[in-house]
């Protein structure tokens, strides 16, 4: 497994999916090792439930490493000039350790088609296999033409090539004119710690939850949720919004929520370990989802706290943009809204907090869905046959 993100530390939400992946594959007897790049205070070799991670430094002195982790790769060279012009030692640091390591296995599977898809090549050296997955972030380099030709080039040299939805297929089909499988990654199965968490009670959250989990950034629109709760709260007096996670946009948010005078009720939480948020799905209502398309190439690739949130019975709303419909279908599974509209969702939200019919249809739907569609255990079936087409 070659792979930008994966947890430094029991508990990290950093590349969770990427170790989910990887430990199922572990208990069906495929030995599995990921090359993932240091960041502080991380091991060069360990054992994490049973998979192999090997990681690489990339910049001198460690401390300075940019490039990785935080808000992620796109996120930090958008951001930082030192994370730019990390990019090439990055990259050459990658494809020499994938040579390095690539001589002792049978398939290199790379997660992100830039810049791992495009090391993984050097692995052809060796006559190896490579399965690359694209999780939706990589399709905004298509917007340039140079970066149109490196992804051509990566898609082209891989072996086969999957998509975490619908729309990431059709995409990158249309880029790189080559045919593309939908394989989403799982959900579920989360950690549970032995302290348990009453989320309501720690944040003062006395009535109605409503959730939102995820980086705080442009595309995931959510000024429109605070606008769509200010809606609400006139309406409904014993209703709070938690917004879970950290990034760029949280001051401005916080701001924002203030300047509408509506911030007792508007709670930030900053990052949670990934093996406390079951406490947080669990204690909310409604988990909402309101991503906005900033261009064709930059949207909600599929959406993986709808998917979180359903697999424990919790009603969803959505935009209905990028690879959301995928996982909610309008009415079934939880319910669609036109991005940008804080009317529309508010309307939405609370159509689900007063129709308790609905409320469970729903939920039971989409439990049912995600656990039969989404859960690692299929998930990783698809791969493991991926992987057997791979070495036909």
Request: a neutral charge; one cysteine or more.
């Amino acid at each position: 497994m070659l792979t930008s993100s994966y947890p430094r530390y029991s508990g990290d939400y950093a590349g969770n999916f990427v170790h989910e992946l990887s430990k199922k594959l572990v208990e069906k007897d495929v030995e599995v090792t990921v090359l993932a790049p240091h960041d502080k205070d991380t091991k060069g070799f360990e054992v994490m439930e049973g998979v192999q991670v090997k990681r690489f430094q990339y910049f001198w002195p460690k401390k300075l490493q940019r490039l990785c982790y935080g808000g992620g790769m796109i996120e930090n060279v958008r951001t930082s000039i030192l994370a730019k012009i990390q990019i090439p030692a990055y990259f050459t640091m990658l494809s020499v350790r994938t040579l390095i390591e690539s001589r002792k296995i049978d398939v290199i599977h790379a997660h992100w088609i830039i810049p791992q898809g495009l090391a993984a090549i050097s692995g052809r050296i060796w006559g190896k296999r490579i399965i690359t997955s694209a999780h939706g972030g990589d399709l905004s380099l298509a917007s340039s033409w140079i970066g149109r030709i490196f992804l051509i080039f990566s898609v082209r040299g891989s072996g086969i090539t999957t998509a975490n939805s619908s729309f990431t297929k059709r995409i990158l089909e249309e880029a790189v004119k080559k045919k593309v499988e939908v394989i989403p990654m799982g959900a579920g199965d989360m950690a549970s710690k032995e302290e348990e968490r009453n989320v309501k009670e720690e944040y003062n959250a006395k009535g109605k939850v409503i959730m939102y989990v995820g980086r705080l950034s442009k595309e995931k629109g959510v000024e429109y949720l605070i606008d769509a709760f200010q809606i609400i709260s006139k309406r409904a007096d014993n209703t709070y919004l938690m917004i879970v996670g950290e990034g760029p946009e949280r001051e401005s948010l916080e701001e924002y929520s203030q300047n509408l005078g509506i911030s007792e009720r508007v709670v930030f939480t900053g990052s949670v370990r990934h093996d406390f948020l079951r406490c947080f799905y669990e204690s909310c209502d409604i988990l909402v989802l309101p991503s906005v398309g900033l261009s064709k190439y930059r949207q909600e690739g599929l959406g993986v706290s709808l998917l979180e949130a359903m697999s424990y019975g919790i009603p969803v709303v959505a935009s209905n943009v990028g690879g959301i419909a995928d996982v909610v279908a309008e009415g079934e599974t939880g319910l669609l809204v036109g991005e940008k509209n804080p009317k529309a969702l508010a309307d939405a939200i609370e159509r689900l907090l007063d129709d308790e019919a609905l409320r469970k249809r729903v939920s039971e739907n989409g439990m049912r869905f995600v656990r039969e569609n989404f859960g690692w255990e299929s998930i990783s079936d698809r791969f493991i046959k991926v992987y057997g087409e791979a070495l036909e």
